[in-house]
């Protein structure tokens, strides 16, 4: 269809209608993957929505090869500088790599990641530990009334037994990543991802340079607030960890904080309420963790939260929301062109701005356990992310056979950034299995460390100039989706997250807020 169109007489003008009227055909089949997705996630034992969703993603991909195939056609011909009028040269530059890669075998080899992501969720909830004879799943181990040490000893079974099943998902994942990515030109995965997958406007070089300050500086901070954890105040984050249907006993604080940011996030807010767009589930088959997704038909972003029940349910929820709103008021032009750490800081920025809130009806204790344990989550948010990149770069660029191998490597590189045995509460080899990210979007883990940089820097002004803080927070969620991520934060005011001093100086910003630690300095 596309060499017809190019090549059999229509106008340049005919042929630029007909070219944007596809983008109806792209946003209609996300439309019905992400309602797929939907239900698949709240019943991951529904076969039918599952195997939706992976037809769905095939179809996806065959509409990729299709479209590049005919924007290839259309930048050969005569009509190219009507129909890409407003093409800069980095897109020219995409499509040629997108011209080598999309193809039958990306279609079957991207069909095949789908499938593993399908079965990994499966593992996750039909991977058994034994227990006095019987067969327990996750969610019935955790319903069971043993004591501690006989729990953490199953729950630790659990892990190691899905740890051989879904090992083997990963090192078929990073053979076929390997090859999607020689297919597209590089050299390896860990750049490809981040130059076409995620357009990114830095490297892995940056990213090593992040890493490097992050070891330095945050480490010894992660620690010292955990040690710094009063008795009063662990007491009191077990009993903000428990109870049930939280979100609505908090609402009335939730409605008072969207006020405060905005009456565009008042909007967002109420749209989501009168239109029930989220999906707040606790039953034992829907899929673990929470986000949010964009249904480019109807123009609307819907949230989708497993709760655990207690606190998290309050802050999941601002999260997602921060995804939500922005969404919302960027509509596809923010849902497709964003660049996915502005993303993540709209959600993270909104938990940290949110935290003043939790004094409205914590007692003193709880609330300063909160806010601790709010810090150690946004601390382990630039650890991890880091951790989780340099894991990934190193899977991606060595020869692994075994699954053995896999969880050595996690090892090693876990201990280097003060995450080693005693961090968790399972064997060190096996917890890299229950983060989905890397199953699902290998490499996206660093977004989670580059955003809450800024976030946390929005959270310092937060703490001197609360208005401003919350308006430069507004500019972030609004600002122009075609920008890059380095352009949007220096916009803002805000430092460079690849700058060691930056480091430093939000690591310095939570000693000053919780009265821990030490702070540190640049040599």
Known sequence: AGRIMVTDGPSSEDILAAYEALDEEFYSINNAYAIASLFSSMDTSDEYYSSEEELLAEKS??????????????????????VFYDWTEEDFAYLRIAEKLYDDEYVALNTRLEGITTEYWNAQTDTTVAYRGVEYTRDELDELNIDSETYYTLLNEYYRNLNAVAGQLYL??????????????????????????????????????????????????????????????????????????????????????????????VEAYNYLVEYQLSVLTDSPVSRAGAYTTFMPTYDIPFIYIQEGGGFYDVTTFIHEFGHFYSNYMGGR?????????????????????????????????????????????????????????????????????????????????????GMGDDYYYVDLDYVWVDVLHNFEVPMYYISYATSVVPALQIMELSLTDRQKA????????????????SQVVADAGLGDPFDAQTIADVVNAIVDYTGVGSHVSVP
């Open 333 to 417: 032009e923010t849902a497709y062109q964003m660049s996915l750490d502005i993303k993540e800081i709209c959600s993270q920025a909104n938990e940290l701005l949110f935290l003043p809130y939790y004094g409205k009806y914590y007692k003193p204790d709880t609330y300063t356990g909160v806010v601790k344990y709010q810090m150690i989550n946004a601390l382990s948010s630039l650890i991890e992310g880091c951790l989780y990149d340099e894991f990934q770069q190193y899977v991606f660029s060595h020869d692994l056979k075994t699954v053995e191998e896999i969880n050595e490597a996690f090892c090693e590189i876990s201990r280097s950034y």
């Open 172 to 265: 078929e994942l990073i053979g076929i990543e390997k090859r999607i990515a020689e297919k597209a030109g590089f050299d390896n995965y860990a750049e490809f991802a981040y130059e076409f997958e995620y357009e990114r406007d830095y490297t892995v070089e940056d990213a090593a340079e992040l890493s490097a300050a992050v070891k330095k500086y945050c480490v010894d901070e992660l620690e010292s607030l955990y040690n710094g954890l009063t008795n009063p105040e662990r007491l009191g984050l077990q009993t903000a960890f428990n109870g049930t249907n939280q979100l609505e006993k908090r609402r009335e604080y939730i409605e008072e904080y969207v006020h405060e940011i905005s009456p565009d996030m």
């Open 61 to 82: 991909s065959e509409l990729q090869v299709l479209g590049t195939k005919l924007e290839i056609d259309i930048y050969e011909s005569e009509h190219r500088d009507v």
């Open 470 to 485: 919350i308006g430069v927070y507004n500019d972030i969620v609004t600002s122009d989706p075609e920008l890059s991520f």
